[in-house]
């Protein structure tokens, strides 16, 4: 289980994209670390500060003794002497991440690996589909632009990401397949080899009307699944499951409120009517949820007022309605 741990923990540091400082690790993940290899590396941090090594609650400033040595000034704990290993952290050497998905999903060399955005990466192509990986889902929801700059006609889009908490099923439409990393691969012999097939996304429970089949929501739309923010499943009622489906049947083309309100059947004037939260409702999960999913999912177009969108079905938008 050592090496399935091991992989779990290079996912989880490429997840946060930050170094770690060694004093936080628990004692199974430091007793990981020989296991990692040339996967962790060691990360250059910021000296003047230090997590106190005596309680780790505090970040603190760091001052020399006086005698060649350096100290914390921590509010509880006082002045803590400072060794070497207090201030090493680690890093996961992303570069190594890459290079080791590409020879597991069998990418030709000759083509480099092109940094699309901030967190996502195109990595190749393997077996003539373009392979994507992001640091996390939610970028691409609210980015599909990045999905369409590699799209080629007539083939899938493969994209790996770090598991969300929350999203089973397929979280793009079709023409996207995705990997989950922890899932697809698998830390082995100081590389990296792929588990799964891209294209077979984890099977929706049968039985569950919450399963996300379109993107976030269920088959019937009363159901989001956002991969941040509430836990579990978000129940709608069925004015917003109307807007979401509205929104979604546009294929994340912008449209005036009327239009939306019109195709979703509503006497309402604008989408975000049916999401407003009354006042006796305040911090109820059921009134708050939805409307932190509208917050989350529906972009009002810049620029151009009274113009909405949905990102995430974009996606999507090479199926049918
Ligand atoms: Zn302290």
């Known amino acids: 289980m050592v090496a399935h741990d091991a992989w779990q923990f290079v996912c989880r540091l490429f997840a946060s994209g930050t170094p770690l400082l ?20 060691a990360a250059v941090i910021d000296q003047s500060f230090v997590l106190c090594p005596h309680c780790l609650l505090h970040r603190v400033p760091v001052f020399g003794d006086g005698h060649g040595g350096r100290l914390c000034r921590c509010p509880d704990c006082g002045p803590v002497p400072l060794v070497p290993q207090d201030t090493a952290a680690i890093r996961l050497d992303e570069d190594w991440l890459r290079r080791k998905l590409r020879l597991a999903l069998s990418i030709e060399s000759r083509d480099g690996i092109d940094t699309l955005g901030d ?33 080629v006609a007539g083939g899938p889009i493969r994209v790996i990401t770090p598991k969300p908490r929350e999203t089973r099923g397929a979280p793009f439409g079709p023409g996207v397949e995705w990997l989950a990393l922890e899932d697809g691969f698998a830390f082995y012999g100081g590389g990296i080899s792929f588990i799964s097939t891209p294209g077979e996304p984890p099977a929706p429970q049968a039985g569950d009307p919450t399963t996300p089949v379109k993107g976030p929501f269920s088959a019937d739309f009363r159901w989001v699944t956002l991969p941040e923010g509430p836990h579990g499943p978000i129940r709608l009622t069925e004015a917003q499951a109307a807007v979401f489906e509205a929104l979604w049947s546009f294929k994340g083309e912008p449209r005036t409120a009327e239009q939306i309100m019109r195709r979703a059947g509503l006497d309402s004037d604008k989408p975000i009517d049916v999401f407003k939260v009354k006042a006796r409702d305040k911090g109820k999960p059921e009134a708050e949820g939805p409307l932190f999913a509208y917050r989350a999912l529906v972009q009002v177009v810049q620029g151009r007022p009274g113009l909405y969108s949905i990102s995430c079905a974009a996606a999507s938008s090479h199926a049918p309605a």
């Open 119 to 151: 967190g996502v990466w195109r990595l190749g192509d393997s077996r003539r589909s373009p392979v994507l990986l992001a640091r996390d889902l939610i970028r691409l929801w609210r980015e599909p632009a990045l999905l369409d700059r590699v799209r």
């Open 22 to 41: 060694r004093a936080t690790l628990s004692p199974r993940e430091a007793a990981l670390l020989p296991h990692l290899g040339r996967a962790i590396q």
